[in-house]
């Protein structure tokens, strides 16, 4: 994004209907802390030589940035955190019986023998059935009476 972008606002779309389209993107998600920082160099670059910036507003500007990447720093560490979570608590059902709602909607219960990660969001297997972590209802450490898989999921 070249700074002529940043600075035409015509190039952004803000909705405020509630009937919106949803393929509509509000384009100040896309500005990160690159973006800003080229946006204050170039306020400097284009201010007005007999009329500077105040150094209160320079600072300002400074700390806005720096709370902005503190922020950013701050949801990079979450979203790891959480996806070390999701890892750990799916591979501590291995082994478990489960039961919760597969991909079809239907209510599967049996033995956990694999978890796969799709889309960077780990799912447990009963057989052939997925079931992500959320759409589990109930764990518990006793296998099924097959000991893999529900009689319900048999092919």
């Known amino acids: 994004m070249s ?3 940043i600075y035409n606002p015509t190039n952004y779309r803000i909705e405020t209907s ?11 998600e896309d500005l ?3 973006d800003f920082l080229r946006l204050m160099v170039a306020e400097l670059q284009n201010q007005d030589p007999l009329n500077p910036s105040d150094n209160k ?3 300002n500007q400074l700390n806005s940035m720096r709370q902005i990447v503190s922020s ?3 949801s990079s560490s979450m979203e790891s955190i959480m996806l070390g979570q999701s890892v750990a608590t799916a591979s501590n059902l291995l082994g478990k ?10 209510e599967t219960t049996g033995t956990v023998d694999r978890v796969v990660f799709e889309d960077g969001k780990p799912k447990v297997y009963i057989g052939l059935h997925a079931l992500q972590l959320d759409s589990i209802t109930e764990i518990t450490d006793k296998p099924s009476d097959d000991g893999r898989q529900a009689a319900d999921d048999m092919p």
């Open 3 to 5: 700074i002529a972008d």
């Open 18 to 28: 509630a009937s919106s389209s949803s393929n509509t993107k509000d384009r100040f």
């Open 32 to 34: 990160g802390v690159e």
């Open 57 to 59: 507003d320079m600072l």
């Open 72 to 74: 950013d720093k701050l």
């Open 97 to 106: 019986t489960v039961k919760g709602t597969n991909q079809l909607g239907e």
